[in-house]
């Protein structure tokens, strides 16, 4: 006689069975496996996936229509579904429109502007930026979006973070190789120091301005501040946090922000960051070819001093507090001034003080008699 299952039990049965169902499936799925291609970009593939086909634009240059699957797998945007009808807005069949762009820079200036439908705000910023300032004084190959982060291949721009100066040597090549060997483009390039400052921690990212105006120049210090004044990061380098505040306090520093605060004016002659230790090719103080290293300062110092001598830079304590260990003789001749300089203060209060009492007993007398 065949024994049936009882009804109550079932429920459990069928439950075990679909959990059993999923984890050989799921099983069979390799980990990196790609998400089936969307069917439009399959589509375009199935022509665009040639590698010869291309096209003669008007002005005779020869545009390459080939679109790599390799780069679309690698793309941030295919990896989120977004395919190619997103930015080729206007082709959506074969045949397609006719071709209405002359050159290969003509194209390239008009299909950036669809970046704008996803990105508005970073759209926005770059409008403002060097960049747009000089593309609207007509330099056609001032940089657009694509320029910077690609078209079928747009991947994220800071990974690694080298990539960012990869990509502004592209234009800026020779500013960038400078940078290569100042102590931050070293440690960027051979150590992959992820502190170290790129180009767009100073220059801005989507918003660059001109950095050789007047503001940008004065506003500088604060610029280098963002890392050198702050104490985690300098003491993870055994380096000192505490020369901005010192530069604050220095005359050069002092005389900036004073000539700003009264006369509401960004331009002084007093040096900040850069005049002393340079834009791009900054190097550590120990290094030869430094513009600070002992050797080289009493030059540096001259670009603005010009009749300085030799005792000119002996008597400059640096970006350093005043120590007994560093400059014991600074350090007592700063002693005696905080404490002598207080008592002769208080000595003078006291003075004027009576003074006044003796004034008002003297007239408190005359009137009595």
């Not at 721009?157 to 060997?181: A, F, N, W």
């Not at 008002?360 to 008699?369: A, F, P, Q």
Request: charged content about 20%; aromatic content about 8%.
């Amino acid at each position: 006689m065949k024994t049936r299952t009882p009804y109550r039990q079932m429920p459990w049965l069928i439950f075990a069975g679909i959990v059993v169902l999923f984890a050989s499936l799921f099983a069979t799925i390799p980990a990196n496996a790609r998400p089936p291609m969307q069917e439009t970009e399959k589509y375009c593939l199935s022509c665009h996936g040639n590698s010869s086909l291309s096209m003669t634009l008007p002005s005779g240059e020869k545009l390459s229509l080939y679109v790599s699957q390799d780069q679309l797998d690698h793309s941030v945007h295919s990896s989120k579904g977004i395919e190619c009808e997103a930015c080729h807005n206007n082709i959506s069949t074969y045949p397609h429109p006719e071709q209405k762009y002359a050159t290969k820079r003509e194209l390239s200036l008009n299909y950036y502007q669809t970046c704008e439908k996803c990105h508005s705000a970073n759209y926005a910023k770059a409008q403002d930026s060097m960049h747009a300032q000089s593309a609207l004084a007509g330099n056609e190959n001032a940089p657009v979006c694509t320029d910077c982060h690609g078209h079928h291949d747009t991947q994220k721009p800071d990974e690694p973070r080298s990539l960012v100066s990869e990509t502004c040597s592209k234009c800026h090549g020779e500013i960038v190789d400078i940078y290569k060997q100042s102590v931050h483009g070293e440690a960027l390039l051979s150590e992959d120091n992820p502190d170290v400052p790129v180009c767009t921690d100073c220059h801005g990212v989507h918003n660059i301005q001109d950095a050789r105006t007047d503001q940008f120049r004065v506003e500088s210090p604060e610029l280098c501040a963002r890392c050198h004044a702050d104490k985690a990061l300098m003491d993870k380098y055994g380096l000192s946090s505490d020369v901005y505040s010192i530069y604050k306090r220095s005359w050069h520093g002092v005389d900036i922000s004073v000539y700003k605060a009264r006369w509401g004016t960004v331009w002084h002659d007093s040096a900040v960051c850069t005049d002393c230790h340079g834009v791009h090719d900054m190097r550590k103080t120990s290094d030869p070819a430094s513009k600070v290293n002992p050797a080289n300062l009493l030059t540096a110092c001259q670009k603005c001093h010009p009749t300085a001598g030799p005792n000119w830079v002996d008597a400059w304590t640096g970006h350093n507090e005043v120590s007994l260990e560093r400059t014991p003789i600074l350090f007592y001749v700063d002693k005696f001034y905080t404490s002598f300089t207080p008592f002769i203060l208080w000595a003078c209060i006291i003075y004027v003080l009576l003074q006044i009492i003796h004034s008002i007993v003297d007239r408190v007398r005359s009137t009595l008699s």
